[in-house]
């Protein structure tokens, strides 16, 4: 084989022009590369909602989650105005998306549904979520209000990553799987069912009642809800009995529900109860809480809402929480955060230690003679002296 001979002065040539090209070019990709990047706009990412129907307290926890995202510096800090009746979660929902959306977190205007307590339009609204999910507008988060929402939507798995508020009983009802985390791909929701025998338990140490009202759905979901299972126990342990009253929740126009309740009332106290426990339901609300507890209140039945400290405002005589609403508000945020940065929902601890809030109505106490013990007094976060009305 012959020999290869390389002129040694045009090779000297040859590797200096390379070394000279080689940085331009390299600057040039570098160049483009960083020009095509800064052209893509960033991710924004979408948010949708779906509730049971409208709900004073879904509403209050949309707008406390609203602050806690301005908090964490996600939205630009603003006060939420007054916007619609109580209950009116799509009047906020409309303003955030029009006033709060930005270029990291969008409020889908159109991405609002709501089953409005009814269920054939619920299952209209769940295939539009289902048609949602295959199409290119698929949402990266769909907030869901209220356990029967949530149950829909976990039962047929629209493959959108769905944070379930609203429905504490969450592990019971199957929302969730597991106690820490929950064990489905893409759900969160925060069971909070233990806190309800925590919340009898106290209610109880303070009146030392035989008897106990209690109106709620009889449904397997009613009762879940509720938190039959849980207060069944304390009343074993602590030897009072439940003095029941069945109203359908979900299924009946809210004029019936409060008509309903009404007389579930009437009905309760004719029996003699000692003590009256108001679960969560459609039929007690801001503007009829009064007349109720005013018939409970003057045969001297104390009362205890597991509907939040709004109630007390206008009458009930005191709950217990396990978390003050802002604080919530604040977890919330933290946690649609997390899934903006890309952390699966069955990733994300279930377990958060709250600060226990006690909310009592002074007004009450005073106006029909419940003693409410002084060690009692003072503790409580939050003490109302007077009586609202709506």
């Excluded at 979408?46 to 301005?70: C, D, R």
């Excluded at 508000?329 to 377990?351: C, E, F, H, T, W």
């Amino acid at each position: 084989m012959g020999k290869i001979f390389i002129d040694q002065k045009l090779f000297r040539i040859a590797i200096a022009f390379c070394c000279a090209i080689i940085p331009v070019f390299t600057g040039n990709y570098l160049l483009f590369a960083q020009e095509q990047s800064e052209s893509i706009p960033p991710k924004v990412y979408t948010i949708a909602y779906f509730e049971s129907g409208p709900l004073s307290n879904y509403k209050a926890l949309l707008q406390v989650i609203f602050y806690g995202l301005m908090e964490e510096g996600w939205l630009t800090r603003t006060k939420i105005p007054k916007l619609g009746n109580p209950v009116d979660t799509q009047a906020l929902w409309k303003w955030a998306s029009a006033n709060l959306s930005n270029e990291k977190i969008r409020f889908a205007p159109d991405f609002f549904y709501s089953s409005q307590w009814k269920e054939e339009q619920k299952q209209q609204e769940i295939k539009k979520i289902e048609a949602l999910s295959q199409s290119t507008q698929k949402p990266d988060l769909l907030i869901v209000m209220g356990p029967e929402a949530a149950l829909a939507l976990t039962n047929t798995d629209p493959q959108i990553p769905l944070l379930v508020l609203e429905s504490p009983h969450a592990r019971n009802l199957g929302i969730v799987k597991g106690n820490n985390f929950s064990e489905r791909d893409n759900v969160f929701s925060l069971d909070l069912g233990a806190f309800t025998a925590k919340k009898v338990t106290f209610f109880h140490d303070l009146y030392k009642f035989k008897t106990m009202g209690m109106i709620y759905e009889d449904s397997p979901t009613g009762r879940i809800s509720a938190g039959l299972k849980e207060i069944e126990d304390v009343s074993l342990e602590y030897g009072f009995r439940i003095v029941p009253c069945h109203i359908p929740n979900a299924t009946i126009h809210i004029t019936l529900a409060k008509t309903k309740m009404y007389d579930c009332v009437l009905e309760l106290a004719s029996k003699e109860i000692q003590s009256m426990y108001f679960t969560e339901h459609r039929g007690i609300a801001i503007d009829n809480i009064g007349s109720l507890v005013n018939i409970l209140h003057k045969q001297g039945i104390p009362t205890f809402s597991d509907q939040g400290s709004e109630l007390v405002k206008y009458g009930v005589l005191m709950t217990l929480e396990p978390y003050r609403p802002i604080e919530l508000g604040g977890i919330y945020a933290k946690i649609i955060i997390q899934a903006i940065d890309g952390v699966p929902l069955r990733n994300i601890s279930q377990q958060y230690d709250f600060h226990e809030i006690i909310a009592l109505n002074r007004a009450v106490s005073e106006t029909y003679d419940f003693e409410i013990p002084f060690d009692v007094l003072s503790i409580a976060d939050t003490i109302y002296r007077t009586i609202l009305q709506p």
